[in-house]
């Protein structure tokens, strides 16, 4: 019984196209969202670094108000 349940199960042509289909879908998701990932961290990255340069500009102009004249 085993192998006619395996004969029909690998006989199947719709079964094995859908999964390849499926499968080419879903790699192309993930492709999409792993891109999608690496422009927000970069994006993420420059306004970082635009901020801390804000606030050492900050600290700066502050710490010049501080100087005796």
Known sequence: MAKA??????SDQRTAAHLLSENTRLRMRVRDLEDLVARLQ???DRMAQA???????????????????
Request: hydrophobic residues 45%.
């Open 5 to 10: 349940l395996l004969g029909t199960f690998h």
């Open 42 to 44: 970069d994006e993420n």
């Open 51 to 69: 901020a801390a340069v804000a606030i050492l500009d900050l600290e700066s102009d502050e710490l010049k108000e501080m100087q005796p004249v």
